[in-house]
């Protein structure tokens, strides 16, 4: 069966690398790019269509603010750039946001920090999985009536392919992710010549249709708040741009300067897709609403309702329609990348999360498994626990973006607006010390940039809670507390336990035991007990007896019999069990030991036997692990297994050493003789007590 899970796991995850071929798995740029920027370069495909859709419930009129309200998201975008940049070459070990909130503003800031980022990973991996699957299911029947299953599915693939390794799956989502950089930036480009040198047309499928306003006659608030929504919304485009300040240690040296290139190449290329795109949209003419009122506020030029059968095609399709025209080549391969990159803008999560995990676990706010590397150097415990928690996301929501993405970007924006303020306090705190004007210079710049970038975050952080609290995002404002208790909670059993095991000036010999009561648990005599009671023997305990249960008379008195017959030099004492239970009269009679001497320790030899299949293990030993389960909680009581291996588990034939002087081996085994000689053996190890 280990063979059978050791293949199985060989064939997905890989062989397993030393810990020394580390650097093997360190990342150049180009592939550093696809992996760290698949997310914020995917929310092209989401990003201005959002900012459409809200607008579009004051009717087309209110399109006119789009460009706007794009102008506003790539100031935020290239000021959050450019601070994270600052952030990088300060902090280099991978804490981000983390660290950055910890070292300036205190442990608290930090922990709302990695909250809000778990969330926040959570939720990638969720909505560009449910958006991917959109994608797919609008040409694709089956996927579009499973999308639940389908996204599940695909969150597993993905989890495998990140468990072989950083720079296995960098390789493997490098060339769709170019693809998709490539195939839009064609899109822009070509659709630009059109329109600026040629002079065409453009015409989206949805350009001749007009949108009911679902609120008209707004007042100049209610317009200023819709106007502030559809701001919000299109900054999910600023989603995934910590994840490179996370990651700084899988970069290749010079990391910092490395990282630091890698998030202007992406911040680059994100905002001019982002701001290509809605330009694009906005000339072709596309209309886009919400998708569950989209057949009744959609209406065709005679003024007829579209109707419940028509599908919205998100807006790169639209675009790509009016650019290419719809069914050529290029406008498959455009809306098929786009939808591999939905899929493929997970894998930041994958990389931010386990990071961010390993970090929190060596600082003791999480379990301690989560900073172990698995076998392809990769943090595997934290793999798996962001794909469960993505995979119920989806279940629970049923892989439905519209509501998976009212929950979205708050936690982002949380750690966008605490690390800038951090890196404020960190300038601050520099500059009274440096004296060289160059330097000073370049810190006083950096101080500026991030606090500009804190009060940006901030107010998309304020805005982003009002128009959204109400219709999702108080969920998220509810588990990042839960997980932030969760965190304080764990370091605090972390600092008790360390506190406990602190040895002090009290700790001396007077603490240690006076005597060592040794006991080995018989239920028959047999090679196994007999090995028990040699192994005891060489202990050289102070004292030493057998204990066995007196279930059935007629049996507890064979063995009485058996055990005087064959001469076995270590005394047998029954214990009466009236109610046929076998642990509770040994835990009352250790018990009664240990209150009539507390300085005493107490040693129990259990015989158990070791079997090589899962199906043995439950025909044997339950009563052993019962009652070893109940003697570890007793103080003053030492737990010593003494394993009998049976044929089944016997893997390697004749290898095996004698376990004592006058042992005979059969089978590859180590064989005590139990008949008239047992006395002999036992005293093969004979010590005086």
């Known amino acids: 069966?280990?063979?059978?899970?050791?293949?199985?796991?060989?064939?997905?995850?890989?062989?397993?690398?030393?810990?020394?071929?580390?650097?093997?798995?360190?990342?150049?740029?180009?592939?550093?790019?696809p992996i760290f920027a698949s997310d914020a370069l995917s929310s092209v495909a989401y990003a201005p269509q959002e900012i459409l859709v809200i607008l579009s419930l004051a009717g087309v009129s209110f399109y006119s603010y789009s460009p706007w309200v794009a102008i506003a998201v790539v100031v935020v975008m290239l000021t959050v750039v450019a601070s994270y940049r600052q952030n990088v070459h300060a902090y280099p070990s991978g804490g981000g946001d983390y660290e950055v909130a910890t070292t300036n503003l205190g442990k608290n800031a930090g922990l709302t920090v990695a909250s809000a980022l778990m969330v926040d990973y959570v939720l990638t991996v969720a909505v560009s999985v449910a958006n991917g699957v959109d994608y797919v299911g609008a040409t694709i029947p089956f996927v579009g009536e499973h999308k639940p299953a389908v996204a599940i599915a695909i969150v597993i693939l993905l989890t495998v392919v990140n468990l072989r390794g950083l720079r296995e799956s960098g390789a493997a989502f490098a060339v769709p992710t170019y693809a998709f950089m490539l195939a839009v930036l064609g899109l822009i480009a070509w659709g630009g010549f059109r329109l600026l040198v040629l002079?065409?047309?453009?015409?989206?499928?949805?350009?001749?249709?007009?949108?009911?306003?679902?609120?008209?006659?707004?007042?100049?608030?209610?317009?200023?708040?819709?106007?502030?929504?559809?701001?919000?919304?299109?900054?999910?485009?600023?989603?995934?741009?910590?994840?490179?300040s996370n990651g700084v240690p899988a970069f290749r040296k010079p990391k910092s300067k490395n990282a630091a290139t890698t998030l202007l190449m992406m911040g680059l290329v994100s905002i001019t897709m982002f701001g290509g795109i809605i330009a694009l949209g906005l000339a072709s003419g596309v209309k886009v609403a919400e998708p569950s009122v989209v057949a009744y506020d959609l209406h065709r030029a005679d003024g007829?309702?579209?109707?419940?059968?028509?599908?919205?095609?998100?807006?790169?399709?639209?675009?790509?329609?009016?650019?290419?025209?719809?069914?050529?080549?290029?406008?498959?391969?455009?809306?098929?990348?786009?939808?591999?990159?939905?899929?493929?803008?997970?894998?930041?999560?994958?990389?931010?999360?386990p990071v961010l995990g390993s970090i929190l676990a060596q600082d003791r706010y999480l379990p301690r498994q989560l900073h172990t590397r698995g076998d392809r150097?990769?943090?595997?415990?934290?793999?798996?626990?962001?794909?469960?928690?993505?995979?119920?996301?989806?279940?629970?929501?049923?892989?439905?973006?519209?509501?998976?993405?009212?929950?979205?970007?708050?936690?982002?924006?949380?750690?966008?607006?605490?690390?800038?303020?951090?890196?404020?306090?960190?300038?601050?705190?520099?500059?009274?010390?440096?004296?060289?004007?160059?330097?000073?210079?370049?810190?006083h710049r950096s101080r500026v940039i991030n606090f500009f970038g804190g009060i940006m975050t901030g107010l998309v952080l304020v805005v982003v809670l009002l128009t959204k609290f109400l219709v999702g995002a108080w969920?998220?404002?509810?588990?990042?507390?839960?997980?932030?208790?969760?965190?304080k909670a764990i370091r605090r059993h972390y600092d008790n336990v360390a506190a406990e095991l602190e040895i002090t000036e009290e700790f001396d010999e007077s603490m240690l035991p006076a005597r060592n009561h040794a006991i080995v648990l018989v239920s028959k005599?047999?090679?196994?007990?007999?090995?028990?009671?040699?192994?005891?023997?060489?202990?050289?305990?102070?004292?030493?007896?057998?204990?066995?249960?007196?279930?059935?008379?007629?049996?507890?008195?064979?063995?009485?019999?058996?055990?005087?017959?064959?001469?076995?030099?270590?005394?047998?004492?029954?214990?009466?069990?009236?109610?046929?239970?076998?642990?509770?009269?040994?835990?009352?009679?250790?018990?009664?030991?240990?209150?009539?001497?507390?300085?005493?320790?107490?040693?129990?030899?259990?015989?158990?036997?070791?079997?090589?299949?899962?199906?043995?293990?439950?025909?044997?030993?339950?009563?052993?692990?019962?009652?070893?389960?109940?003697?570890?909680?007793?103080?003053?009581?030492?737990?010593?297994?003494?394993?009998?291996?049976?044929?089944?588990?016997d893997r390697l034939k004749g290898r095996r050493e004698p376990f004592a002087p006058g042992a005979s081996r059969r089978a590859g085994h180590q064989v005590i003789k139990t008949d008239v000689k047992a006395k002999d053996e036992i005293k093969a190890s004979d010590h005086s007590l």
């Open 1 to 33: 069966m280990a063979k059978v899970t050791d293949l199985v796991k060989r064939v997905l995850v890989g062989r397993a690398l030393r810990s020394g071929q580390l650097h093997e798995q360190l990342l150049p740029k180009r592939i550093a790019l």
């Open 377 to 443: 150097l990769a943090f595997s415990n934290g793999i798996v626990i962001l794909a469960l928690g993505a995979c119920l996301l989806l279940w629970g929501f049923n892989a439905d973006v519209s509501r998976l993405l009212n929950l979205y970007i708050v936690g982002v924006f949380v750690s966008f607006t605490l690390s800038q303020i951090g890196m404020v306090i960190h300038w601050t705190r520099h500059l009274k010390t440096e004296t060289d004007p160059k330097i000073r210079h370049q810190m």
């Open 199 to 244: 002079g065409d047309d453009l015409r989206a499928p949805s350009a001749g249709f007009t949108i009911d306003a679902e609120q008209a006659n707004l007042t100049s608030f209610a317009a200023a708040f819709l106007i502030l929504r559809a701001f919000s919304s299109g900054c999910a485009a600023l989603t995934g741009v910590e994840a490179i």
């Open 525 to 649: 005599i047999h090679k196994p007990t007999m090995r028990a009671l040699a192994y005891a023997r060489a202990t050289r305990p102070s004292t030493l007896e057998a204990i066995t249960v007196g279930v059935e008379g007629a049996e507890a008195r064979h063995l009485q019999d058996e055990w005087e017959r064959l001469g076995i030099p270590v005394p047998l004492k029954m214990l009466d069990s009236p109610y046929r239970e076998i642990t509770q009269p040994i835990l009352d009679y250790v018990k009664t030991l240990r209150r009539r001497s507390p300085r005493d320790v107490v040693t129990v030899f259990i015989p158990e036997y070791v079997v090589g299949h899962w199906w043995e293990h439950l025909l044997h030993n339950q009563s052993a692990l019962r009652l070893k389960a109940r003697l570890l909680f007793k103080p003053g009581v030492m737990v010593t297994s003494v394993p009998w291996q049976l044929h089944s588990s």
């Open 304 to 353: 007829s309702p579209v109707g419940p059968g028509y599908y919205q095609q998100p807006i790169i399709s639209q675009v790509a329609d009016a650019v290419f025209g719809g069914g050529s080549l290029p406008f498959v391969v455009i809306s098929a990348v786009t939808a591999l990159i939905l899929f493929l803008a997970a894998n930041t999560a994958f990389n931010g999360f």
């Open 475 to 487: 969920i998220v404002c509810f588990a990042m507390p839960v997980l932030f208790l969760m965190m």
